[in-house]
């Protein structure tokens, strides 16, 4: 598992890191963090190196975390984040960028070992692979890691978010079966098959994929596509948006750090 920490004050990241530590011993975890100190930084190097999970102090000098995340996301990039801060005044807006969590400096290990967990269910559950023929065998393929799918011939490609192509030895019915809406694909096309997660725009004829492939929507299928992907979004963001207004509605008593 990868995790990535930004933050320009080094005591936290010491802090973060701690508690990750003690979190992963707990799940019999192993994994790497990389740090940064600035948005620029964590953009330059998601260039080149994917993420399992973020975690985003948001007042930063240079690139604010907000805008930071939505840069990642402008760029297709659906990692999850967790905003770690010391201030409450940007709560609400880190529901734009679809995050996780939303906590307060100082940390509360309890609430952030609470998010971890809610992270790692989802993780493992979205690490579910399906074996595939291809013309040299068989491979693993996990579909999170899938951009779309598009049949061609006898062949189906299928197009990763590394960038590469697995051709596979399949039948596209088969696809069908395994890359459903419930797992967050839909057939905008009768030979296109595409991840509802990785979409970055999209017109009535044409999707615009998070490495700016383009995807046909066929006419017959555009409605029941805006619906499905729409649907999607507000799922992977209502529980978040209902736990932030509860949890940061202004009161009088309440001052802002």
Known sequence: MKIAICDDELSSIQEIRSLLTHWAVRHDLSFTLYQYSNGDDLLLALKHTSMDLIILDIIMPLLNGLDTARELRSEGITVPLIFLTSSRDFALESYEVKALNYL???????????????????????????????????????????DYLEAQNKWVLVYLSDGKVQKLREQFSKCEGIFT???????????????????????????????????????????????????????????????SVAKFRPSHSCACL
Not at 104 to 131: G, M, Q, W, Y
């Open 104 to 146: 307060l400096k100082p940390i509360d290990s309890r609430k952030l070992f609470s998010v971890l967990d809610d992270f790692l269910k989802n993780f493992e559950s979205s690490a579910e692979t399906f074996t595939a023929h291809t013309a040299n065998g068989f491979c693993k393929i996990a579909l999170n890691d899938v």
């Open 181 to 243: 809406p419930e797992k967050g694909f839909f057939k905008c096309h009768r030979s296109y098959i595409v991840n509802l997660s990785r979409i970055r725009q999209f017109t009535r004829t044409q999707i615009t994929t998070a490495f700016s492939s383009s995807v046909p929507i066929s006419r017959n299928s555009y409605a029941a596509f805006k619906d499905a992907y729409f649907a999607f979004m507000f799922d992977s963001g209502t529980n978040f948006i209902r736990s």
